[in-house]
């Protein structure tokens, strides 16, 4: 069947860690799937770097 699309979003700050972690999809946020996604993301590690300011990302889980 067709599955479900959940938008998370969050910033990269310099040292590659995730900050700020939000689930936007309303149906979603609050729910213990909505909480997982959260705790996932706040686990994941990105490439330093120098440059510029934390680096916002919203990015669509398409679950199945």
Do not use: Y
């Not at 149906?27 to 120098?50: D, H, I, M, N, Y």
């Amino acid at each position: 069947g067709k599955g479900k699309t959940v938008k998370v979003k969050w910033k990269v700050r310099k040292s590659g860690r995730t900050s700020d972690v939000k689930v936007v999809t309303a149906s979603v946020s609050g729910t213990p799937l909505g909480r997982c996604l959260t705790k996932e993301v706040k686990r994941w590690r990105f490439p330093a770097f120098r440059s510029g300011d934390a680096k916002p990302i919203t990015f669509p889980f398409k679950l199945k």
